[in-house]
């Protein structure tokens, strides 16, 4: 299942194969509670302010400092940084996130 994402004139996805990261986000909820909030919604198309996107920045980065390292997780670092991207200019630019799911 795809998983859209805009805001301002950027757009980014989490893919398909990409929600194995939501799903270990959600086996550790309290530290990762925009993650985990974005997850809980990821069919009801959430909406997300800036300052969430900000949050999901420091969580995204407390997720890769946790489960960055190895073979499998070369694709973690690459999706966790595409989206780090993206929140950092959803936060930064003010911009709330519009979702869309498949």
């Not at 989490?14 to 799903?23: A, D, F, M, P, V």
Request: with cysteine; proline share 3%.
């Amino acid at each position: 299942m795809g998983f859209d994402m805009s805001a301002g004139e950027r757009e980014e996805s989490i893919r398909h194969g990409e929600e194995y990261i939501l799903q270990m986000v959600a086996e550790d909820a309290k530290c990762y509670p925009q993650l985990y909030a974005l997850w809980r919604a990821f069919f009801d198309d959430p909406r997300f302010s800036p300052q969430q996107a900000e949050a999901m920045v420091h969580e995204l980065i407390e997720l890769l400092d946790r489960h960055g390292n190895g073979g499998r997780e070369r694709n973690l670092t690459h999706s966790v940084l595409r989206w780090l991207a993206f929140f950092s200019y959803a936060a930064r630019g003010g911009h709330e996130i519009e979702t869309y799911s498949d």
